[in-house]
Structure formats: structure tokens, C-alpha cells
């Protein structure tokens, strides 16, 4: 059998494509090969994971600097290559690491009050090689029951998925969620409006930490699956009988009559007879029974892989920070909850104005949160210190949120976190920065 072709391509209905092997129809890869993505640069895995020390410090709230290393409990500044390797080198693990990276977007992204946020500006095999290099530490760093969440625009979902399957192993690939990030958009150029952004789930085994997301059903949902209504409340009637034969009770005969051909009755004709006892049979005209079952007041759907409800910022009583691409905090609660538990670690490389550590704080989960740019360290301690503040006012033309000003509690709600929490810094930044660090120090809650 010519190397490539599978049995069924061969002989089967394609035979008259696959046969023609040589130059006119070269052979495809081998049954089982893995597709790996190929550029200049690719590290391999042990060059990756070969030692990088480099030197951190804690920053207390008067100041002061001390050696120290990443830990749970902490905001990091510094670039997270160097962050996840100084924590590889603790042995600390992970059930969760959630990752929010730039999309190769080639933009530069401001704060709501126009400060300088990040850069965008990695693409192609550049950008891909950055996050791969990353991925690997995560993989290392994840516990045998962790799973992570990659949040990616379109511009890199192929690649981004690629990769994954790569580091991760294609069996670990669990979802690509597709998350709606916006309202409608009235206008575009000539191409579709783009309403939506990506999460590709992955565990490191197939033994991950996995507690059910459940969501309200809508009421048009309720309205066609329990459309009638008595004074029980709403039901819907399903049959009483289900597809196969018995030889015991259910098998046999209930009001005189044998279960339809090929099935045979749900329960045993004592239940039927406490059903119908108790008004939760319903008798059509011809005198056939089906089952009445009435919407729990509890009734929950299992969450599925479209994620409309968790929109960004889109109305003005939303809490916010102002930093951009600031994500849905009711979305990550939902995150670190479905795949973490209390006490569990929880890591964001990515961390920006601190959403997920924000979430895994308030859930009771231990977090770490990384990230290069000073203004995504200063909005996270800003808002695990004193809350978000609701983005009304701004958009109203009001004074926006100064996310550095005093806090001052009559105007801005704001939330209950309990974090007590480190400030981390790479040693070098401190040194470069040491204005900035004590900048950093200054909005530290007092001790
Ligand atoms: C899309 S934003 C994350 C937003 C975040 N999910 C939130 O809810 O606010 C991406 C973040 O990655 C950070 N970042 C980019 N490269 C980084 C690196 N090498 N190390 C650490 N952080 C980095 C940026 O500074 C930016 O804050």
C-alpha cells in the first residue's frame, strides 16, 4: 500500500484521487503525524526551559526594597519571562493560569485618561515565538489538575491554536469559546463587523479541576420548553414511556394497557399511579398519557462555548478601571471558578488592571499577576486597594475616573477585597525606575 494513504482512500470512493501516487499526487504525511507551525528562530523546549536567574525585590509600603522571589499573593512588574522563571525555580504550581496577551494588534493602547499603557507591536513568527516561549513555562508550571485559558483576538486565533496544540497536546484541547465582546457595530469597512474574541481552553491532563458553570435560561427559553402553566407552576409534558423492551413491571400492563411497541413504561405502574394521583399526569382526548415536569425554580443550563453575557464595559453603571482592554470581571469570576477551587493558584502572566487576580481574590484562591507596564502595576493595586470606579461618569462628559487621585469614598463605589498582597519587582527595573517604585510603594495600603 503506497506510505501516506489510508486503507478506505485508496479503495474506496476516492481511490480515483488518492491512487495516482509519485510526482502527479505526492504522498501525504504519514496517519498520526502532529503539524507543528515552522519558522526561523524556534527555540526548542530545553533551551526554553534552561535556568534564567534573575534577581527580585519586594517593595514595602514605606519603600523600602528587600530581596525576594514571586510568590503567591503578589503583583509583579517585570516582563514574565523573567517572572515565570523565577517561579519555575520555587516549585510552585498552578490550577489555573489565565492569559489575556496582546493580539498583534499593531496598536498602541492608552489609558481612559490617554496614559500609555502598552504596545502591541509584535507579528508574524515574532509574536508567535514570544508567546510559544511563554506557553512552555506555563506548561511547566500548571499542576496535574490545571488548565488554561488563552483570551485571543482573530488576528492570531489560527496560529495561537497551532501552538497550543504543540505545547499542550492536541488531546488536552478542550473548547475555543467564542465571546462576544461587544454590541453591534454600525459600521465597517467593507468586510464583516467584528463582535467577537476567542478563548482557547486547554488542560494539562485529562484530569483537570472542572466544577460546572450553570447560567439562568432566558425567559424566551423557559417559554418554549415549559410552554404550559397550572396552578404548580409552569411544565412541559414528556412522555411516559422510553425506547426498548422489558420482561418486569414496566414491561407490562398499567391501566389496562401494554407499553407502545418497542418500549416500555418509565417507571413501574405504582409510580405512574402516584403521578396521576397527584395531578402530574395529563390525559390527551384520545387517552394517551405523557408526564407533566415543571420548570425547577432552581433550573440551570450548563454553560456552552458561545459567551454572550459577559460583554466588556458596555453600559455606565459597569465598574471599571479605565485601563484598556480591561476584561468583564463577572467573566473571569466565572473562569477562575469553573476551573479552580479554594486555596488552588491561580496565575496571570498578562495581568493588566488586574481582572483575574481581582476574581481569584475575591473566590478565595491564591493569585499571582504579572505584568511589564507600570500603568497595568498601578491600576491593579489601585483596584485591589479601593475598588473600580463606575464608568459612567466619564462617558457622561463628567470628570473621568483619575484612577490616581485621592480615593474619596462619597463619590465612587467600590468593592469588598480582602487582598493583603506583595509588590514585586524585577531587581533591574527597580534600579532603572526607582521613582516609579516608590510611586508604586506610595499607593500600597499602610500596614
Ligand atoms: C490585553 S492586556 C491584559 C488586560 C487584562 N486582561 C485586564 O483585564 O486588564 C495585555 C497586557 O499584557 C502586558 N504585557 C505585554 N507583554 C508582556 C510581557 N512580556 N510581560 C508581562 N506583561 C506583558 C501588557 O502590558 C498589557 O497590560
Not at 523546549?45 to 526594597?65: H, M
Not at 463587523?193 to 447560567?215: C, G, H, R, V
Not at 521613582?435 to 500596614?447: F, I
Amino acid at each position: 500500500m503506497a506510505v501516506g494513504h489510508n486503507k478506505s482512500e485508496l479503495e474506496g470512493d476516492s481511490a480515483t484521487l488518492a491512487s495516482r501516487v509519485g510526482d502527479l499526487s505526492p504522498l501525504l504525511p504519514l496517519a498520526g503525524t502532529v503539524a507543528t507551525i515552522e519558522y526561523p528562530g524556534k527555540l526548542s523546549r530545553e533551551r526554553i526551559l534552561q535556568k534564567v536567574s534573575v534577581p527580585f525585590v519586594s517593595v514595602d509600603p514605606a519603600g523600602t526594597v528587600r530581596d525576594d522571589s514571586v510568590r503567591a499573593n503578589s503583583l509583579v512588574w517585570s516582563d514574565n519571562w523573567f517572572a515565570l522563571h523565577n517561579l519555575l525555580a520555587s516549585g510552585k504550581k498552578a490550577t489555573l493560569i489565565y492569559l489575556d496577551p496582546p493580539y498583534a494588534t499593531g496598536l498602541d493602547f492608552q489609558s481612559r485618561d490617554q496614559e500609555h499603557a502598552y504596545n502591541d507591536a509584535l507579528s508574524d513568527a515574532g509574536y508567535i515565538e514570544f508567546i510559544r516561549r511563554r506557553l512552555i513555562l506555563m506548561l511547566e508550571l500548571l499542576s496535574d489538575q490545571g488548565s488554561i485559558y488563552v483570551h485571543i483576538g482573530h488576528q492570531m486565533l489560527g496560529e495561537m491554536k497551532l501552538i497550543l496544540d504543540e505545547v499542550f497536546g492536541a488531546k488536552n484541547f478542550r473548547n475555543i469559546i467564542t465571546r462576544r465582546k461587544c454590541s453591534s457595530k454600525n459600521f465597517t469597512k467593507h468586510q464583516y463587523a467584528n463582535l467577537n474574541d476567542y478563548i482557547l481552553f486547554y488542560s494539562k491532563s485529562d484530569s483537570y479541576t472542572w466544577n460546572q458553570p450553570m447560567e439562568n435560561p432566558d425567559p424566551d427559553w423557559i417559554a418554549k420548553e415549559y410552554p404550559k402553566v397550572d396552578s404548580k407552576g409552569q411544565y412541559k409534558l414528556v412522555p411516559v414511556h422510553a425506547p426498548g423492551t422489558r420482561r418486569g413491571e414496566t414491561g407490562g400492563l398499567w391501566r389496562g394497557e401494554m407499553p407502545p411497541a418497542g418500549k416500555h413504561w418509565q417507571y413501574t405502574p405504582t409510580r405512574l399511579d402516584e403521578f396521576d394521583a397527584k395531578g402530574e399526569i395529563h390525559w390527551s382526548k384520545n387517552g394517551n398519557p405523557r408526564r407533566k415536569v415543571y420548570l425547577p425554580a432552581d433550573k440551570g443550563l450548563a454553560l456552552t462555548d458561545y459567551w454572550d453575557k459577559y460583554r466588556d464595559a458596555h453600559h455606565q453603571s459597569i465598574l471599571i478601571t479605565g485601563y484598556p482592554t480591561e476584561k468583564n470581571f463577572e467573566m473571569m469570576k466565572m473562569i477562575v471558578a469553573a476551573s479552580s477551587n479554594p486555596g488552588d493558584l491561580v496565575i496571570d502572566p498578562f495581568s493588566g488592571s488586574g481582572s483575574t487576580v481581582h476574581a481569584a481574590d475575591v473566590l478565595g484562591r491564591e493569585w499571582i499577576g504579572i505584568d511589564q507596564s507600570l500603568l497595568a502595576v498601578k491600576t491593579a493595586i489601585k483596584r485591589l486597594t479601593l475598588g473600580r470606579n463606575p464608568m459612567g461618569d466619564f462617558v457622561k462628559g463628567e470628570t473621568p475616573p483619575d484612577l490616581f487621585s485621592e480615593f474619596k469614598a462619597s463619590t465612587v463605589q467600590h468593592e469588598t477585597v480582602s487582598a493583603e498582597f506583595s509588590l514585586l519587582v524585577d531587581h533591574e527595573i527597580s534600579k532603572l525606575h526607582p521613582a516609579e517604585v516608590s510611586g508604586l510603594a506610595g499607593l500600597l495600603p499602610k500596614p
